[in-house]
């Protein structure tokens, strides 16, 4: 990183954060505690970004409540009762509302407001921001804050605009929800959001059609209930499940079981995988045998015994098939955990249709019309997904230094030190931005924040004006980020998680987007660059 002097103008603020959800919320508390001047800008008109917008019917963690809650203070650990296993949007909503007025943060967050450009100027080594209404806000530090999945999408289906009926995506779900009972409801996707959103709907619906095409491997998510008592214990072991989420890979509280799973005993290995499948969470995608997300035997295997719960599940043999993927391994994409998603199958009232089969042409004033026929339906829902990781940052017009945009930059996938840091865009850190750690989403961002606030805090007591990574850094790990991936089945399927979209100019082929080499191992990375003193700082 570099460090430049300080023009003599006096900016806005000292440091402005871009987005007020898990990570805004916690970044907002840090920089405050460093003394700075600081403001949010937040799109929407309250806190909780992923929590404010998702609010489809089944939206929920996936990631036990217990793990997901900030950790940072003991006393709002004490203070907040979780009452499921796996909380539901409307509670995980009411959580994040709850730490902003404790923190009282929103004196600090403009809401409603949209920055829709970055532009950094090299003579003040600031930031001039530019928002939806045209007001220009200077700043010396850039936070993004701005999410993984925030910047969804509409398929590329011609006359999207023409359906005379209720159709919306499901991230701006409407605040007042949606009346689907009896209705004729067809939802294109099936992935995580549409499973949550099928199985919920399909309690309720006159007649639903899922338009498919790519199935996704799903598991059982095994919900329940917190009790006060249960609450009473799992508050008392907080220091124990937090340790526990440190140690390993996702910071769930799954660990890799060590054996091989073809050097494993069949009945042996079938009674741990009926285990895994009976137990809630990710214990069978997280918590699974070593090499089974790298060995394709081994995947091979796991993906046949997943496959035959599928079968048993669904009635009908021709639509189990169809639910079961062929082009990938289970536990190469992000496993959507369900409910009761493939009994929703076998409902009289619910339909089918592979568009790989039989393709959508286009959507019509009444409905959709397919290659074969065409579908009267009274409400759409596209659950088909986000721009994810490098989305949201492509939807702003970033430019820094000489004004380079970023997503040129990054035109051939994302390039950054540690996850954090861009070369050419001093003083812009990115809080989970892409090859960081990622994992369970409040574990990770807590210490993504941290780890940024340990920089500003570095820069403030240096007085330094300019922060910006070298070619080296980016370079050495960017490349240490892809040589630790190489291996991994995942990063060969086509997923967000892997950064493809369809329906998004130039992301069609899978890019390695994560750090993948565990949790643990990116926080040693990290602090032993903080410890250091941040040895790739060209400081001047």
């Given at each position: 990183?570099?460090?430049?002097?300080?023009?003599?103008?006096?900016?806005?603020?000292?440091?402005?954060?871009?987005?007020?959800?898990?990570?805004?919320?916690?970044?907002?508390?840090?920089?405050?505690?460093?003394?700075?001047?600081?403001?949010?800008?937040?799109?929407?008109?309250?806190?909780?970004?992923?929590?404010?917008?998702?609010?489809?019917?089944?939206?929920?963690?996936?990631?036990?409540?217990?793990?997901?809650?900030?950790?940072?203070?003991?006393?709002?650990?004490?203070?907040?009762?979780?009452?499921?296993?796996?909380?539901?949007?409307?509670?995980?909503?009411?959580?994040?509302?709850?730490?902003?007025?404790?923190?009282?943060?929103?004196?600090?967050?403009?809401?409603?407001?949209?920055?829709?450009?970055?532009?950094?100027?090299?003579?003040?080594?600031?930031?001039?921001?530019?928002?939806?209404?045209?007001?220009?806000?200077?700043?010396?530090?850039?936070?993004?804050?701005?999410?993984?999945?925030?910047?969804?999408?509409?398929?590329?289906?011609?006359?999207?605009?023409?359906?005379?009926?209720?159709?919306?995506?499901?991230?701006?779900?409407?605040?007042?929800?949606?009346?689907?009972?009896?209705?004729?409801?067809?939802?294109?996707?099936?992935?995580?959001?549409?499973?949550?959103?099928?199985?919920?709907?399909?309690?309720?619906?006159?007649?639903?059609?899922?338009?498919?095409?790519?199935p996704n491997w799903c598991a059982p998510l095994n919900n329940g209930k917190i009790s006060k008592d249960e609450m009473d214990s799992i508050r008392a072991r907080y220091p124990e499940i937090l340790a526990r989420c440190k140690e390993t890979a996702g910071c769930y509280v799954h660990s890799v079981d060590p054996r091989k799973t073809l050097e494993t005993p069949p009945d042996e290995r079938n009674a741990f995988w009926e285990k895994l499948y009976?137990?809630?969470?990710?214990?069978?995608?997280?918590?699974?045998?070593?090499?089974?997300?790298?060995?394709?035997?081994?995947?091979?295997?796991?993906?046949?015994?997943?496959?035959?719960?599928?079968?048993?599940?669904?009635?009908?043999?021709?639509?189990?098939?169809?639910?079961?993927?062929?082009?990938?391994?289970?536990?190469?994409?992000?496993?959507?955990?369900?409910?009761?998603?493939?009994?929703?199958?076998?409902?009289?009232?619910?339909?089918?249709?592979?568009?790989?089969?039989?393709?959508?042409?286009?959507?019509?004033?009444?409905?959709?019309?397919?290659?074969?026929?065409?579908?009267?339906?009274?409400?759409?829902?596209?659950?088909?997904?986000?721009?994810?990781?490098?989305?949201?940052?492509?939807?702003?017009?970033?430019?820094?230094?000489?004004?380079?945009?970023?997503?040129?930059?990054?035109?051939?996938?994302?390039?950054?030190?540690?996850?954090?840091?861009?070369?050419?865009?001093?003083?812009?850190?990115?809080?989970?931005?892409?090859?960081?750690?990622?994992?369970?989403?409040?574990?990770?961002?807590?210490?993504?924040?941290?780890?940024?606030?340990?920089?500003?805090?570095?820069?403030?007591?240096?007085?330094?004006?300019?922060?910006?990574?070298?070619?080296?850094?980016?370079?050495?790990?960017?490349?240490?980020?892809?040589?630790?991936?190489?291996?991994?089945?995942?990063?060969?399927?086509?997923?967000?998680?892997?950064?493809?979209?369809?329906?998004?100019?130039?992301?069609?082929?899978?890019?390695?987007?994560?750090?993948?080499?565990?949790?643990?191992?990116?926080?040693?990375?990290?602090?032993?660059?903080?410890?250091?003193?941040?040895?790739?700082?060209?400081?001047?």
């Amino acid at each position: 990183m570099s460090i430049a002097a300080k023009a003599t103008e006096q900016l806005d603020f000292d440091a402005v954060v871009v987005g007020a959800g898990v990570a805004g919320l916690y970044q907002l508390i840090k920089l405050r505690e460093l003394g700075l001047r600081v403001r949010t800008f937040e799109a929407a008109s309250a806190v909780g970004g992923t929590w404010y917008w998702n609010r489809y019917p089944g939206a929920r963690f996936d990631s036990e409540s217990w793990t997901y809650g900030y950790s940072f203070s003991k006393e709002l650990m004490e203070e907040w009762d979780w009452t499921e296993h796996f909380a539901p949007q409307p509670e995980t909503e009411r959580y994040l509302n709850f730490v902003a007025d404790k923190f009282d943060l929103r004196r600090d967050i403009q809401f409603n407001t949209t920055v829709t450009a970055a532009h950094y100027r090299d003579d003040s080594n600031s930031w001039d921001l530019i928002l939806h209404d045209g007001t220009h806000v200077t700043t010396r530090f850039l936070i993004t804050a701005i999410g993984i999945l925030s910047a969804p999408t509409m398929p590329n289906i011609p006359g999207t605009d023409a359906f005379e009926g209720q159709s919306c995506h499901t991230h701006n779900w409407p605040k007042g929800g949606v009346d689907y009972a009896g209705k004729r409801v067809a939802i294109i996707g099936t992935g995580a959001t549409a499973v949550q959103t099928i199985q919920e709907v399909a309690k309720t619906v006159g007649h639903l059609t899922i338009f498919q095409r790519t199935p996704n491997w799903c598991a059982p998510l095994n919900n329940g209930k917190i009790s006060k008592d249960e609450m009473d214990s799992i508050r008392a072991r907080y220091p124990e499940i937090l340790a526990r989420c440190k140690e390993t890979a996702g910071c769930y509280v799954h660990s890799v079981d060590p054996r091989k799973t073809l050097e494993t005993p069949p009945d042996e290995r079938n009674a741990f995988w009926e285990k895994l499948y009976a137990s809630p969470g990710f214990g069978i995608w997280q918590g699974n045998f070593s090499d089974m997300l790298s060995d394709r035997a081994a995947n091979a295997a796991a993906s046949e015994f997943i496959a035959n719960k599928i079968r048993q599940r669904v009635k009908d043999p021709v639509t189990a098939e169809k639910l079961i993927p062929k082009n990938h391994g289970f536990g190469t994409r992000r496993v959507p955990l369900e409910t009761h998603y493939y009994e929703v199958y076998n409902q009289p009232n619910v339909e089918l249709v592979d568009v790989n089969e039989t393709p959508i042409e286009r959507i019509t004033r009444g409905g959709i019309q397919t290659t074969q026929q065409e579908y009267a339906f009274d409400i759409i829902i596209y659950a088909t997904g986000f721009d994810a990781i490098s989305g949201a940052f492509d939807r702003m017009d970033i430019q820094g230094v000489g004004g380079v945009r970023l997503k040129d930059a990054w035109a051939n996938g994302p390039q950054t030190y540690l996850g954090v840091f861009v070369e050419g865009f001093p003083n812009l850190f990115m809080t989970m931005g892409p090859h960081a750690g990622l994992g369970n989403y409040t574990r990770t961002a807590e210490y993504s924040v941290e780890f940024v606030s340990g920089v500003v805090e570095y820069a403030k007591e240096k007085g330094l004006k300019r922060v910006e990574t070298t070619a080296d850094g980016v370079r050495e790990w960017t490349d240490f980020v892809l040589g630790l991936g190489e291996d991994l089945l995942m990063n060969e399927v086509p997923s967000w998680m892997t950064g493809v979209n369809r329906n998004v100019e130039g992301k069609q082929v899978p890019r390695i987007m994560r750090y993948s080499g565990g949790h643990p191992a990116y926080r040693r990375h990290c602090d032993a660059i903080a410890s250091a003193g941040y040895p790739l700082l060209a400081q001047a």
